[in-house]
């Protein structure tokens, strides 16, 4: 029997042997990116929560920006891919673009849950309430989200992996399209929204604030990079696998005829 | 050419429902050149309180009198209900409610004959922060005769 500290490592050989290539998706690079990921966002959060001042109206609430604008710009970037990579599959069928593409939803659909929940956890303290309907660039976020959560059921629904990646992709355009009108709402209808314009460009904020904002920023890039290079080589090890099974059916099949 | 129907046809119903949900309140100067259209209808009114608050009884009621403005109009509000904790002078509103006919109790200062009775309050936080040790130290400053322009 197998001890179960090395049930891993068998595995990984049992998969490379299959491949006939290599089953991680780490690699001595993702192992530094995700340890000074790790480092930068306890500093991060030391900043933001220790360093960083206190805002004379909202008080320590307004540290949610530390989170709330750095996961929404990664989910604009990380959806960005998304309709990069579903332009991509539809234009050269290229199965690179379609991986890529389902790794960015998946990271993006992260994101953008993750903005929405911060920025409704701010609104009750602040606005004095969780949700308005009629804010344009909360029903614009809600309905990427909701749009990127169709991507990944559509890719769940199964069946052959090009049609997969079709509709897919169809629906990643659809989501790709939202992404500026989210981003730009607040001043496409300025003036109209409960939700204020962009904090960074046109706003006031203290030194400190916007230091550990931009570290904010680089840290999310990291830790987006790191989970897009270990997703992206899941999907395509996964590729590899369903290719693999279907030359063996397939020989399985001709053998049955030949016989 | 489907995948081009479809996605032309989903980015047409978006731009068509962000048309109709992009008002989603008047500012207080569009509330007052509007005040005929819109007669005893509910709408949300956006401004900024220009006073503190003061807690009085209108048609017996509690309520919250003050004014707010937004492009030098001004517009007497009667409240009812309670605020949201940020309420406060300087720092905008988006108010639910109504006009209504006649003044509201004191402090009348738009004196128009005319004043908005809301029943739900927003505060609408912009993206000017205010540092809290920046302000205190404004006001070390000031009270030792400090040198604030």
């Keep these: 029997m197998t001890p179960p500290e090395s049930e891993g490592a068998a595995s990984e050989t049992l998969i490379a042997s299959y491949l006939g290539g290599p089953a991680r998706t780490g690699s001595r690079f993702t192992f530094w990116l995700g340890l000074a990921t790790l480092i930068g966002l306890?500093?991060?959060a030391a900043l933001g929560l220790l360093?960083?001042?206190?805002?004379?109206v909202q008080g320590d609430a307004v540290r949610i920006i530390f989170v709330h604008v750095p996961a929404a710009l990664g989910a604009y970037t990380a959806l960005g891919v998304t309709a990069v990579g579903s332009v991509m599959w539809l234009w050269r069928r290229s199965v690179w673009w379609d991986v890529t593409a389902?790794?960015?939803?998946?990271?993006?659909?992260?994101?953008?849950?993750?903005?929405?929940?911060?920025?409704?956890?701010?609104?009750?303290?602040?606005?004095?309430?969780?949700?308005?309907?009629?804010?344009?660039?909360?029903?614009?976020?809600?309905?990427?989200?909701?749009?990127?959560?169709?991507?990944?059921?559509?890719?769940?629904?199964?069946?052959d992996a090009d049609s997969v990646a079709t509709r897919a992709a169809v629906v990643g355009l659809v989501g790709g399209i939202n992404?500026?009108?989210?981003?730009?709402?607040?001043?496409?209808?300025?003036?109209?929204?409960?939700?204020?314009?962009?904090?960074?460009?046109?706003?006031?904020?203290?030194?400190?604030?916007?230091?550990?904002?931009?570290?904010?920023?680089?840290m999310a890039a990291m830790a987006i990079l790191w989970m897009m290079v270990h997703r992206f080589r899941i999907g395509w090890l996964e590729r590899q696998l369903q290719a693999?099974?279907?030359?063996?059916?397939?020989?399985?099949?001709?053998?049955?005829?030949?016989? | 050419?489907?995948?081009?129907?479809?996605?032309?046809?989903?980015?047409?119903?978006?731009?068509?429902?962000?048309?109709?949900?992009?008002?989603?309140?008047?500012?207080?100067?569009?509330?007052?050149?509007?005040?005929?259209?819109?007669?005893?209808?509910?709408?949300?009114?956006?401004?900024?309180?220009?006073?503190?608050?003061?807690?009085?009884?209108?048609q017996d009621r509690p309520v919250l009198a003050f004014p707010v403005g937004f492009n030098e109009a001004v517009v007497d509000v009667v409240h009812t209900g309670d605020p949201p904790e940020l309420f406060q002078p300087g720092v905008p509103v988006v108010l639910e409610g109504a006009w209504q006919q006649g003044p509201g109790p004191s402090p009348v200062i738009a004196s128009d004959g005319w004043h908005f009775a809301s029943d739900r309050m927003l505060v609408k936080h912009d993206n000017d922060y205010r540092n809290r040790d920046d302000y205190d130290e404004r006001i070390t400053e000031a009270d030792q005769g400090g040198a604030l322009p």
């Design chain 2, 1 to 58: 050419m489907i995948t081009v129907a479809v996605v032309g046809g989903v980015a047409l119903l978006i731009a068509n429902l962000l048309g109709d949900a992009a008002l989603f309140f008047y500012n207080a100067d569009e509330a007052v050149e509007r005040r005929d259209e819109l007669a005893s209808q509910r709408f949300r009114l956006q401004g900024t309180p220009l006073s503190e608050p003061v807690n009085t009884f209108f």
């Design chain 1, 102 to 159: 389902h790794a960015g939803a998946e990271i993006g659909v992260l994101l953008c849950g993750l903005t929405l929940v911060t920025g409704m956890l701010w609104g009750r303290p602040t606005w004095g309430t969780y949700w308005e309907w009629g804010d344009v660039r909360l029903v614009t976020a809600l309905i990427l989200f909701l749009v990127m959560v169709g991507y990944l059921s559509v890719r769940a629904l199964g069946g």
């Design chain 1, 179 to 218: 992404i500026p009108i989210v981003n730009r709402s607040v001043n496409w209808w300025a003036n109209r929204t409960l939700h204020q314009q962009s904090s960074l460009t046109d706003g006031k904020l203290a030194d400190l604030t916007l230091f550990t904002l931009f570290l904010a920023f680089v």
């Design chain 1, 244 to 259: 693999r099974d279907l030359d063996e059916a397939l020989a399985a099949r001709r053998a049955e005829a030949a016989r």
């Design chain 1, 51 to 56: 360093a960083a001042p206190a805002d004379d």
């Design chain 1, 42 to 44: 306890a500093g991060v």
